[in-house]
């Protein structure tokens, strides 16, 4: 679809004159200082914008579009839906069919031990109503105190208040007045940022064992609830865990009795090549986080899985003190569940974790081919179809770039004139991927060909 000139000019007016952007700068914006990008359709991995232009999306928009664009399976069953009954509540015990049956395709789908899925419609909600949850959970068992949440700086686990505060990056806590208190942080399990340079990797996971044990017992153990962690961090760099990091993490928790939280809003439904991240990691979690993959993001929808030691906790507590009084008024949204129901049913017919397993080394090494010997190269790091490529003025000295971002905006500006989609991430100059779980081995290609394209002009050798 290509709109005619009038009217992109005015779109592109209002677009200034009457929208506020998430995570944009908002003055720079509102003066037209950059190009507002205004994406008209899209089919498979590929996207289309209001002038025709085609870019292939290698970060399925911000991690979410899996089963790709244009799937009409998800929109029929949406429009189907909306038909027949677009919305009523879910209190008081009202379910909703598309609801029941997702809530069921979910369950079948999750760890052993998991009981039951509450719905939202973001991942950001699941994570504060994870949080509501674990504090009413020790509440019922009698110990208040117990409240204060773990986090990892470098982590990315939402923007609102509670989970703003377990987010571990500066710039969703400058000028909002957080993090809320009793939300600590400990270390980013990053081998390549290792605060000395001769840790092996073993070394390096003792260390962060141990600083997670001092927190814990600083602050006192009785009053940790939960350690929250996306199983792969996403946001913050992609960084796959170093080896035994999570068995670790698990038993320290589990000597304290302090919950984990498996925040899989990015990695869940298949984008390391299993179904969950914590199947891939051996994780156990009392809550898991899920949204973005659960629909492909074609309606806002969002899930916290809940253990069986925690619902039965819960569901004791309504016979002492009546109903759970939480809820959103678009839990369990109908036409968001049929979404789901109808991504989930996609995930399954296009073996989209099976394709996310067989590609994602190819994507890997494909990136490593393309930048093979490149003296700005500090790690090429990856998990399933999630990458990222780290570059430093002068890798082997980690000396970074100034200002931070800067390399990296150029090398995604520039992949983008070469019609490839790629994300620049906080935290040093990185540029990340996370395609469509439908990606073929010629776009990835495609995407390995731009990259190098744009490294070559941004940073030529």
């Known amino acids: 679809m290509t709109l005619q000139s009038p009217i992109n000019d005015e779109l592109a007016a209002w677009d200034r004159d009457c929208l506020l952007h998430p995570t944009t700068h908002t003055a720079q914006h509102a003066r037209g200082d950059v190009p507002g990008r205004i994406i008209t359709g899209g089919e498979g991995c590929t996207i289309v914008d209001r002038d025709g232009n085609r870019y292939l999306d290698g970060f399925a928009a911000l991690y979410c579009v899996n089963a790709g664009y244009g799937r009409t399976e998800i929109a029929d069953a949406m429009n189907a839906q909306a038909q027949k009954l677009a919305f009523f509540h879910a209190f008081a015990g009202h379910g909703n069919e598309p609801a029941i049956k997702l809530a069921h395709m979910i369950m079948e789908r999750a760890p052993d031990h998991m009981a039951r899925v509450y719905f939202g419609l973001s991942g950001s909600d699941a994570n504060e109503t994870n949080v509501k949850l674990i504090w009413q959970y020790n509440n019922l068992l009698g110990r208040p105190e117990k409240r204060k949440i773990i986090s990892r700086w470098r982590a990315y686990h939402g923007s609102g208040l509670v989970s703003g505060s377990m987010t571990g990056l500066a710039a969703y806590h400058a000028r909002f007045n957080l993090p809320l208190d009793g939300f600590l942080h400990t270390h980013t399990p990053h081998y390549l940022r290792r605060p000395d340079m001769d840790m092996t990797e ?101 899930g916290s899985i809940i253990s069986q030691r925690v619902f039965d906790v819960l569901a004791e507590g309504t016979d002492k003190f009546g109903a759970l009084a939480h809820g959103w008024t678009y839990s369990a949204h109908p036409v968001s569940a049929a979404a789901g129901v109808a991504t989930l049913e996609l995930v399954d017919t296009l073996d989209l974790v099976q394709n996310a397993a067989t590609l994602g080394p190819h994507l890997l090494s494909a990136l490593r081919e393309a930048l093979e010997g490149h003296p700005n190269v500090a790690e090429i790091r990856g998990e399933g179809l999630m990458a990222a490529v780290e570059f430093m003025e002068k890798p082997s000295e980690r000396r970074f770039f100034a200002p931070p971002m800067a390399v990296s905006g150029a090398i995604s500006a520039a992949m983008l004139r070469h019609g490839v989609i790629a994300r620049p991430m906080p935290e040093g100059d990185i540029i990340g991927f996370a395609p469509p779980l439908c990606i073929s081995e010629d776009e990835i290609k495609r995407l390995a060909s731009a990259l190098r394209a744009a490294v070559d002009e941004v940073l030529p050798r």
């Open 202 to 302: 073993a070394e390096f996971v003792d260390f962060l064992i141990t600083e997670l044990e001092a927190l814990i017992e600083a602050e006192g153990p009785e009053t940790i609830a939960a350690f929250i962690g996306e199983p792969i961090m996403g946001t913050g760099g992609i960084l796959p865990p170093p080896k035994g990091y999570w068995d670790g993490v698990q038993k320290v928790l589990a000597r304290h009795d302090i919950a984990l939280i498996a925040d899989e809003v990015v990695t869940g439904f298949g984008r390391l090549g299993s179904m969950f991240g914590s199947d891939h990691y051996g994780l156990t979690p009392d809550f898991m986080t899920i949204a973005k993959g659960l629909t492909s993001a074609y309606a806002p929808l969002s």
